[in-house]
């Protein structure tokens, strides 16, 4: 029986429990479309993290690193702030000097945070290198842009007062030099407390994840103004 040979009644009445499904279909559609659900807030500011193992977690569960910890704040707090953090493990100024130019093209970042520096001490690279690639990056990032925030470090007393003085000393003139904003010790309140080894992983170069919460805290107060 085809369905012109039922009655119109009939007709009408399945044709109608025919388009109920559709309608909700289309409604459901429709709520799927709305501006929440489709997207949140156009990202108006973007924070390119260039680091190294210190912002990359290792060592970590994911998500428990100072970088995630910044991302899960900003959502909470603002609408609009992507965080990405494009950190690797064993990294130098002098590689993530060759990687940034196309991470400035691809993410077009509004602040660039840079924490590089401690790998090439472990390595013995030249002072006058690291600050030579520091302000590169510096000036590459304000050049795309975006706003610049070098994230310092310093090294222990073992490796002589001089290159220890200097090499913490790099991070604040090429700061001063580019107009950058600085954390001066990444690691402050952690690694110059008595009991610093509580904070690292068994390297004792890694912190753990209870000390990232820390870290945060020292990088924010000189990020906050730059995502104004």
């Not at 073992?158 to 991070?171: H, K, L, Q, V, W």
């Not at 407390?193 to 020292?218: G, S, T, V």
């Amino acid at each position: 029986m085809s369905l012109k040979d039922l009655a119109p009644r009939t007709r009408r009445q399945l044709l109608l429990q025919g388009a109920l499904p559709c309608l909700a279909w289309h409604c459901s559609a429709l709520a799927a479309l709305t501006p929440a659900a489709v997207a949140a807030a156009p990202t108006s500011t973007r924070v390119l993290i260039v680091g190294d193992s210190l912002s990359a977690e290792y060592g970590l569960a994911r998500g428990t690193g100072w970088a995630a910890l910044l991302a899960e704040r900003l959502r909470k707090e603002r609408t609009g702030v992507e965080v990405v953090n494009a950190s690797i493990s064993g990294d130098t100024t002098s590689g993530g000097r060759a990687r940034l130019a196309p991470l400035l093209t691809q993410h077009k970042p509004t602040v660039v945070v840079i924490e590089l520096g401690g790998n090439d001490a472990l390595r013995g690279m030249p002072l006058q290198s690291t600050r030579d690639n520091l302000r590169a990056m510096s000036q590459a990032a304000k050049a795309a842009g975006a706003k610049v925030l070098l994230v310092g470090m310093q090294v222990p007393p073992n490796y002589g007062r001089s290159y220890t003085e200097e090499f913490s000393a790099s991070f604040a003139q090429v700061a001063k030099a580019e107009g950058a904003a600085l954390v001066p010790f990444m690691l402050k309140g952690i690694a110059d407390q008595a009991d610093a080894e509580r904070w690292f992983q068994a390297d004792r170069i890694h912190p753990k994840a209870e000390a990232h919460p820390l870290i945060l805290a020292n990088i924010w107060p000189a990020l906050q103004p730059l995502l104004r």
